[in-house]
């Protein structure tokens, strides 16, 4: 075997979790290419593995494909951003956020992904958001390791959207996450450090690097 494929092989066999999720960043530009059918699917059951209240299991998906449906969905959603953006509620903060990233109400990505992955909750279980949240957390990432690009996309309007889709009154939308080929490059958005966000259990006690962390990035 030639060194760089097993190279390759070997990195591809030794990539974490904290790979992917290091990886990973919101695409909201996407190539109208398709992608493997397969890997979608594979995503999915990823995500139906995750924890929820009592096993429950509160989450429904739509995969859609229908380019009708894709269309429809796209005006719905448009119309719900445009009424909010223009209403000028939003802080100054995320309109500022929003423009530095050139987010506006406009949503291509919701006819150029080839699928369109809805997620419902049923709001009737226990922890429904909470376990619906961490299904897409895996669906993400299971997303990420097939090199499929993904954006948590959560709409304004999302009674409107249920309507469309014709998703019951007892479910609540989600989201809905364009999947496909990523059509632009992205730097990864900052995170911050472990020792910002953890404290050793105390509130306020800083985390202090041990021998056992002293591989981990702090
Ligand atoms: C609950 C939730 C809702 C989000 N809603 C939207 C959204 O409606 N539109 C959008 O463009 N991005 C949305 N995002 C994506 C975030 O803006 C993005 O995850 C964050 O800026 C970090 O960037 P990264 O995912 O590229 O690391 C949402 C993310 C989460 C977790």
């Known amino acids: 075997m030639p060194s760089l494929f097993k190279e390759v092989m070997r990195m591809k066999e030794n990539i974490t979790v904290l790979d992917l999720a290091k990886r990973r960043k919101s695409i909201r530009k996407y190539s109208k290419e398709p992608v493997n059918i397969n890997d979608v699917l594979y995503a999915i059951s990823t995500a139906l593995q995750a924890p929820s209240g009592a096993n429950r299991q509160p989450w429904r998906f739509i995969l859609v494909t229908d380019e009708n449906v894709k269309k429809k969905l796209r005006e719905v959603c448009e119309r719900g951003e445009k009424r909010f953006y223009e209403s000028g509620k939003a802080p100054e903060w995320f309109k500022k956020w929003t423009r530095e990233r050139g987010i506006t109400w406009s949503k291509p990505f919701l006819t150029d992904a080839p699928y369109l992955i809805v997620v419902v909750s049923k709001k009737s279980e226990p922890y429904s958001k909470e376990s619906t949240w961490l299904a897409i ?43 496909g080929k990523a059509a632009e490059e992205k730097i990864k958005e900052p995170r911050l450090a472990i020792k910002e966000t953890l404290f050793y259990n105390l509130w306020g006690n800083i985390f202090q ?10």
């Open 137 to 179: 957390g895996y669906l993400l990432l299971a997303l990420e390791e097939k090199g499929i690009a993904s954006l948590t996309y959560t709409p304004s309007n999302p009674r409107e959207v249920m309507k469309v889709l014709r998703i019951p009154e007892n479910y609540s939308l989600e989201v809905i996450v364009p999947v």
């Open 209 to 218: 690097k041990t021998a056992i962390t002293s591989n981990i990035e702090c």
